[in-house]
């Protein structure tokens, strides 16, 4: 597997002023990562999250964060549904914005709008899932984490815990970058690994289902939710079984961590998602300023990090506050 390196590119805005050997101040010259022209940039947020998730709303502001940092307008909207998504990259291709930010969790299902925004010669930087697809759909790059990495470190870490039968609950269908972290969390685990399908948009329903697997299966004595939601459902569930199982999850909410802090959550795994709003929007600032590139054809990775106990109260106020 490859190593792909993490790239720092948070670049503020940066103004040159001096003086002439008259002693009058010199004229101000921009920066390719300075303030926008009077002709500002729009560039277009399209991703798979549905409406009111907590991951995706602290990529959002990660997004309009930079956006008003450059002076750019940017557009957030997210479908979970692929064909729609789909439709709204058309939208935005339509409309020739200036640069689309794509979350790749379909990349078959998002192939051919893909592929109409890059004729149309407007920069895509992918993010979050579809890291192995990005450059061959001729994205400028992608930033995310390397899903099977972080399944395996999580799965290494509930080893440690004792757990040797893992539940791992999927809650987006067709998201290949869940099947991916189930698939990493077996091999970390190197024991048995069961995944439960539910909705997300169902917490009540995830919380039941969650219960009667872990009823019906005493063997089961871990859980790894794949998204915050779904931690805190399956920590619910968890206390109405009876069970004994641990519990992990990805991706950082306030509640997350405040279940970290009371014990309830093992730990987070942390891609800070805040970076895969601001990221996207700062490089494609720099390429329709500069044409500056960054990863080199490789991804840029934001994690994985891990939250736990020890680290929660350092991040508890950030997640508070939207940004992790």
């Known amino acids: 597997m490859r190593h792909t390196p993490i790239v720092l590119a948070l670049l503020g805005a940066l103004t040159l002023a001096g003086c002439s050997s008259s002693g009058e101040p010199a004229a101000e010259s921009a920066s390719p990562a300075g303030p926008a022209s009077a002709n500002a940039a729009t560039f277009a947020v399209i991703t798979h999250g549905a409406p009111g998730d907590a991951f995706w709303d ?22 979970g549904d692929p064909g729609r998504q789909s439709q709204l990259i058309d939208q935005a291709v339509s409309e020739k914005v200036d640069g689309i930010v794509i979350s790749l969790a379909n990349p078959d299902a998002l192939k051919e709008a893909v592929g109409k925004a890059v004729a149309a010669k407007i920069p895509v930087v992918t993010i979050n899932s579809g890291a192995d697809s990005s450059k061959a759909l001729g994205a400028i790059t992608h930033v995310g984490q390397s899903e099977d990495v972080a399944g395996r470190g999580a799965g290494e870490q509930l080893k440690a815990a004792g757990v040797t039968k893992l539940l791992c609950v999927i809650h987006e269908a067709g998201n290949i970058g869940l099947d991916q972290r189930c698939k990493g969390a077996e091999q970390g685990l190197g024991g048995t690994v069961e995944r439960l399908q539910v909705d997300v948009s169902n917490l009540a329903d995830v919380t039941s289902k969650v219960t009667a697997k872990l009823q019906s299966d005493k063997q089961v004595n871990g859980v790894l939710a794949l998204n915050p939601a779904i931690a805190v459902a399956a920590r619910d569930a968890i206390k109405d079984s009876g069970s004994q199982a641990r519990l992990a999850t990805f991706d950082l909410s306030a509640d997350v961590v405040s279940a970290i802090k009371d014990g309830d959550v093992l730990f987070a795994v942390d891609q800070q998602q805040y970076l895969q709003g601001w990221l996207p929007i700062t490089f494609l600032h720099l390429y329709k300023a500069n044409l500056n ?32």
């Open 58 to 79: 602290v990529v959002k502001n990660g997004a309009e964060a930079a956006g008003k940092q450059y002076g750019a307008t940017v557009t957030y909207q997210g479908d």
């Open 293 to 324: 590139t960054v990863g080199g054809g490789l991804p840029v990775n934001t994690g994985p990090g891990f939250v736990t106990k020890e680290t929660a109260d350092q991040v508890a106020k950030l997640a508070e506050a939207g940004t992790r």
